[in-house]
């Protein structure tokens, strides 16, 4: 598709259990980035990936959550024991780096309740 | 502690008047900022962004402004339009290479 693919779209899962959430960057993008949003607040960072770099991963909540990106596309961010407070949207972005001015396009994101 | 402010959790403005969003930063290695605005249940969409060698870029009805030294910055809407309704954030990085930090939001209510 043209735009950044998140799936699933909506998730409840059990406490305790762990998730997995899926992003398909635009085509050509090298960046990618994961934030959430939880009730009532802000887009909060979780990681960036850019081109074959180290990932920034200093907005990741807790040991619980770890993301990656294969082949430098397509990206999993997995939660596992899932608690409560982890219920929010999970938003994917992509950019073509530096030379697009840093202009991220989002996904429509992944709703995680817990349960 | 949050680097990019976004004090005003919800303004209202008359229709065809101008809307004024605030954002405060407090990274003074910050030199790229963005305007986000996000309608419910989407993702949010990029709006207009503003490199710290400028001090106001405009396009069509929104206009951005930069303060260095006050660390502040603001988005202007003029004539604000019903289908401004929406949540807008603040966004800013240290170079077009880092990443994007986000402000809080405010969501903006054009009353009829």
């Known amino acids: 598709g043209a735009g950044v693919s998140q799936s699933p779209s909506n998730k409840v899962t059990e406490k305790g259990k762990d998730v997995e959430l899926r992003c398909d960057p635009i085509?050509?993008?090298?960046?990618l980035y994961w934030y959430r949003q939880s009730l009532g607040q802000g887009l909060e960072f979780l990681i960036y990936?850019?081109?074959?770099?180290?990932?920034?991963k200093s907005g990741l909540p807790s040991d619980r959550f770890s993301a990656e990106r294969t082949g430098g596309s397509v990206s999993t961010l997995t939660i596992q024991r899932t608690q409560q407070e982890d219920s929010a949207v999970y938003l994917c972005?992509?950019?073509?780096?530096?030379?697009?001015?840093?202009?991220?396009?989002f996904g429509e994101g992944s709703w995680l309740t817990v349960v | 502690d949050q680097q990019v402010k976004q004090n005003s959790p919800s303004l209202s403005v008359q229709e065809g008047r101008i809307s004024i969003l605030n954002c405060d930063y407090t990274?003074?290695?910050?030199?790229?900022f963005l305007w986000y605005k996000k309608y419910p249940a989407e993702g949010p969409t990029f709006l207009i962004s503003?490199?710290?060698?400028?001090d106001k870029n405009e396009d069509g009805r929104f206009t951005v402004f930069l303060n260095k030294s006050a660390k502040h910055l603001s988005l202007h809407i003029v004539p604000s339009q019903p289908g401004d309704s929406a949540v807008y954030f603040c966004?800013?990085?240290?170079?077009?290479?880092?990443?994007?930090?986000f402000g809080k939001g405010t969501r903006l209510h054009i009353l009829p």
């Open positions: 966004a800013a990085s240290r170079n077009r290479d880092d990443k994007i930090i």
């Open positions: 990274n003074s290695m910050f030199d790229y």
């Open positions: 972005a992509s950019s073509t780096g530096p030379s697009s001015g840093n202009t991220i396009y």
């Open positions: 503003i490199s710290s060698i400028k």
């Open positions: 085509s050509g993008h090298t960046a």
């Open positions: 990936f850019q081109g074959n770099s180290a990932p920034d």
